[in-house]
C-alpha cells in the first residue's frame, strides 16, 4: 500500500515539474498577432490653462447625450445604460472631486461603468472637458461673491497658489474650502464667522482663477466652401468620478463654418 502510494507521489510530481516547465517557455507568437494598444499616457497637469468655453463645446457634443446638459446624469443615453451615471451637477458629487482623477477616467475609460476612453481628443481636450464639467454645479454669481468674500478678507493676500496647474489640478473643492477655513502658506483662515455657503463660494472663486473662461479660438474659415465633417461616433456610454460619452471628429473642426468669399 505504501509503496504504491509512493509511486503515485513520484508520478504526480514528474507530471507537475514537467507542466511548470513547458508554462515557463516562451511561447511564438501566432502570425499576424497584433499585441493590445498600449495604455495612454497620463498628462496629470494640463499643457496649458483649461479652457472653460472650449469644454463646454466638447461637453454638448460627446458628454451631453449620457450626463445630460446640465451634467445631473439624465442624458438620454445614460438612462439606457443600466448603471448609474454620475450627477456631478450636484455639489455633493463635485466637490470632493478632483481634476485629475476626471482626466484620468477620461483618457483610459472605465469600462467597468460602460466608459470608453476618448481617444478622440487631445490630452488639453480633456482637460477642457473636465474642467467644464466641474464648474457645473456653480454658477456666476457664487463666483463674483467668493471674489467679493476673498478681496474683503485677504486684501493682500498672494493668489498664486490657486493659478498653479500642478497644484490645482490635484486639489479638490473640498481642500479649497479647507483652506479657506483654516488658512495655508499666504492665506489666512477666514474665521468661524463665515457661513457655509460664503465658504463654498470663496472655494468656487479660488477654483476659477485656475480656469481660463475666454472663449476658445475658432479654425480658420475655407477661402472655398467645404462640406462639414460628419462626426464618427464612438460607444456612447456613461462612466464613474463624473466623466463623458465619445465621439470622433476634432472640435475645431466641428466649430469651423464654411463660408463664401
Not at 62 to 86: N, R, W, Y
Not at 91 to 103: C, G, H, M, S, V
Amino acid at each position: 500500500m505504501k509503496l504504491r502510494n509512493l509511486i503515485l507521489f513520484a508520478i504526480l510530481t514528474t507530471l507537475v515539474s514537467a507542466c511548470n516547465f513547458t508554462l515557463a517557455e516562451d511561447v511564438t507568437p501566432p502570425p499576424g498577432y497584433v499585441s493590445p494598444t498600449p495604455v495612454p499616457t497620463l498628462v496629470l497637469v494640463p499643457p496649458q490653462m483649461p479652457n472653460v468655453e472650449n469644454g463646454k463645446a466638447i461637453f454638448a457634443e460627446k458628454c451631453a447625450g449620457c450626463h445630460g446638459a446640465t451634467g445631473m446624469g439624465d442624458g438620454p443615453q445614460g438612462i439606457q445604460l443600466g448603471v448609474t451615471v454620475p450627477a456631478f451637477g450636484l455639489p455633493e458629487i463635485a466637490r470632493p472631486a478632483i481634476l485629475a482623477d476626471w482626466y484620468t477616467t477620461v483618457t483610459r475609460g472605465r469600462m467597468d461603468r460602460l466608459m470608453p476612453p476618448f481617444n478622440s481628443l487631445n490630452d488639453q481636450e480633456r482637460w477642457d472637458v473636465v474642467a467644464y464639467a466641474m464648474t457645473l454645479h456653480t454658477t456666476e454669481d457664487q463666483a463674483a461673491k467668493g471674489r467679493k468674500i476673498f478681496e474683503s478678507k485677504c486684501v493682500n493676500c498672494s493668489t498664486d497658489l490657486f493659478k498653479d496647474q500642478s497644484r490645482m489640478s490635484a486639489m479638490s473643492e473640498v481642500d479649497l474650502a479647507r483652506i479657506v477655513k483654516q488658512g495655508k502658506d499666504s492665506i489666512p483662515a477666514f474665521g468661524t464667522d463665515l457661513s457655509d455657503d460664503d465658504m463654498w463660494a470663496v472655494a468656487v472663486y479660488l477654483r476659477s482663477l485656475s480656469l481660463d473662461t475666454t472663449p476658445a479660438v475658432a479654425a480658420a474659415p475655407a477661402s472655398t466652401p467645404t462640406a462639414e465633417v460628419a462626426p464618427v461616433n464612438e460607444t456612447s456610454v456613461a462612466a464613474e468620478a463624473g466623466t463623458p460619452s465619445a465621439e470622433t471628429t476634432p472640435v475645431a473642426t466641428r466649430q469651423a463654418a464654411a463660408t463664401n468669399e
